[in-house]
Nanobody
C-alpha cells in the first residue's frame, strides 16, 4: 500500500525555521519525483517545490526561492523540505505527493500524505 506521511510542522515565530519530512512506505521513493504543496485557509492548494528522481533536479515556487530547500534521503525513503526565514504568509497545511513519475511536472499527483500544519506567528 502506497503511503506518504508528513511530519515536522508546528508553531514558529517569523524568521524561524522548520524541517518537514515526507516518509514513504509501500514504494521506493527514490524512483520518483516528489512534490511539496501547501494550502492556506481560504486559498487554493499550490505547489512550492519538487525534486526529481534522477540527478535530484529541484524546482521552487518563486516566492520561496532562497528560503526553502528540498532534499531526499533514499536510504531512509524520505524527502525533506527545509524552510528558513519563515513568514506569516507561509502559514498553511503542507503536503507531499507523488505521481510516481521520475520527473517533476509529469503525470498527475495521485498519492498524497495527510499534511502537516505550519503556523508562523509571533
Amino acid at each position: 500500500q502506497v503511503q506518504l506521511v508528513e511530519s515536522g510542522g508546528g508553531l514558529v515565530q517569523p524568521g524561524g525555521s522548520l524541517r518537514l519530512s515526507c516518509a514513504a512506505s509501500g514504494f521506493t521513493l527514490g524512483y520518483y519525483a516528489i512534490g511539496w504543496f501547501r494550502q492556506a485557509p481560504g486559498k487554493e492548494r499550490e505547489g512550492v517545490s519538487c525534486i526529481s528522481s534522477s540527478l535530484d533536479i529541484t524546482y521552487y515556487k518563486d516566492s520561496v526561492k532562497g528560503r526553502f530547500t528540498i532534499s531526499r534521503d533514499n536510504a531512509k525513503n524520505t524527502v525533506y523540505l527545509q524552510i528558513n526565514s519563515l513568514k506569516p504568509e507561509d502559514t498553511a497545511v503542507y503536503y507531499c505527493a507523488t505521481a510516481r513519475r521520475a520527473a517533476c511536472g509529469e503525470g498527475r499527483y495521485s498519492y498524497w500524505g495527510q499534511g502537516t500544519q505550519v503556523t508562523v506567528s509571533s
